[in-house]
């Protein structure tokens, strides 16, 4: 007779596997987010460095000459940003595809939405430099 409390080995063979699921969607997420902390960075160091360079440009264009263009600067780094928030999203995307092969898993995880976020706001400030809306 079994013991109540006795598990079988399939039964603890796939707790162990949808345990093992679990961390590796916990590890894609951790690395999604970790995209997301580079990405925002990027995008808000970007859109600073452009803001200050063109105040200082029309402010004091006497002292600091016109070697150097701060739309250039700023549409370098806001575009890395959103490119990279954009690779790590796609990254993210593969890893819940071979995921949802194993167990039914949402798309729409909380890192998954906030990297769509960030990569919608790093498009606008890019086209928003290009334009200079701003």
Do not use: C
């Amino acid at each position: 007779m079994k013991n109540p409390g006795t598990k079988t080995s399939n039964e603890l063979a796939e707790e162990r596997t949808d345990l093992a699921i679990k961390r590796t969607l916990m590890g894609a997420d951790r690395t999604l987010m970790a995209w997301v902390r580079t990405a925002l960075s990027m995008i808000s160091f970007g859109f600073t460095i452009y803001k200050v360079l063109q105040g200082f440009q029309e402010g004091a264009e006497h002292v600091i000459g016109k070697n150097y263009d701060p739309r250039t600067v700023g549409l370098f780094l806001v575009g890395l940003g959103t490119f990279s928030m954009v690779l790590g999203t796609i990254e993210f995307w593969q890893s819940l595809k071979d995921l949802r092969r194993l167990e039914e898993i949402k798309i729409w995880r909380p890192s998954f939405i906030m990297a769509t976020i960030i990569s919608v706001a790093g498009l606008i400030m890019f086209v928003s430099i290009i334009t200079r809306v701003v």
